[in-house]
């Protein structure tokens, strides 16, 4: 049997804005027609509305990532990890050396303490989903550029889009930063909720600085606190 789907006036104007938007998440602005942006358009391909992406599907896309410059020293992607249906997402900044070598997020000293953090709000790594601003680790631990943020942006995008989390911890200055699109600071934009598309997104101090500054855990443990208050209501 034959069956023609009409397309409407309006499948096609829900189309069109489905598109932009979609651009406009990945961060595309202008005709910018670099082999860059041409690349991330090609999710838009692949993925149109209604095909529902996987976390697998994303990270195929990702492959054996050249997009920038962190690829010359890297060992591992460091892709992200948890459960593909979290509530909550942990965003740190980028792997540091453990997490090059074994290519997944926060096992060194600085996860080993957000281990605990993710321990204290009667949660565990496996309940959550744990990845970072970039997927490769900036050469001795250095803070990643924006032109490396920006070509590892549509990949977090769509991780957060599939995985549609309730809430987002933004670990730190550089991924509070570049999620909320600011050049504000930790302990300015901590202590609220902001929106981030449906979700409401947190920051807090990222366990890195916590360790060289434990006087900040207790400003910490308020915003779990809070996260934790939000999260059984
Ligand atoms: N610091 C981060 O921001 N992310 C990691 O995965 C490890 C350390």
Redesign the pocket.
């Known amino acids: 049997m034959n069956i023609e789907k009409k397309i409407t006036e309006k499948d096609i104007i829900e189309g069109f804005d489905s598109y932009l938007k979609y651009i406009s998440d990945i961060g595309c602005s202008g005709f910018d027609c670099s082999d860059e942006y041409l690349d991330r358009l090609k999710g838009w391909e692949r993925n149109p509305p209604g095909h529902h992406e996987t976390l697998e599907n994303i990270r195929e896309d990702l492959g054996d990532c050249r997009r920038c410059g962190l690829c010359k020293n890297r060992e591992h992607i460091?892709f992200g990890e948890g459960d593909p249906g979290a509530r909550l997402i942990f965003v740190?900044?980028?792997?540091?050396f453990?997490?090059d070598k074994q290519g997944?997020?926060?096992?060194?000293p600085?996860?080993q303490l957000?281990n605990k953090i993710i321990t204290a709000i009667n949660m565990t790594r496996e309940s959550v989903y744990?990845?970072?601003?970039v997927k490769c680790r900036p050469p001795d631990?250095r803070n990643p550029a924006p032109d490396e943020a920006a070509a590892c942006k549509s990949f977090l995008i769509r991780q957060i889009n599939t995985i549609k989390p309730d809430f987002i911890c933004a670990?730190?200055s550089?991924?509070a930063r570049n999620l909320l699109d600011t050049t504000k600071t930790v302990s300015m934009l901590r202590n609220r909720f902001h929106a981030y598309e449906s979700a409401r997104l947190i920051v807090t101090y990222?366990?890195?600085y916590l360790l060289r500054n434990p006087e900040k855990k207790k400003d910490v443990w308020e915003d779990m606190k809070m996260l934790m208050k939000a999260m059984e209501s």
């Open positions: 460091v740190g900044e980028g792997p540091g453990e997490e997944r997020p926060f096992i060194g600085a996860g957000l744990i990845c970072n601003i631990n670990l730190g550089v991924a990222h366990p890195a």
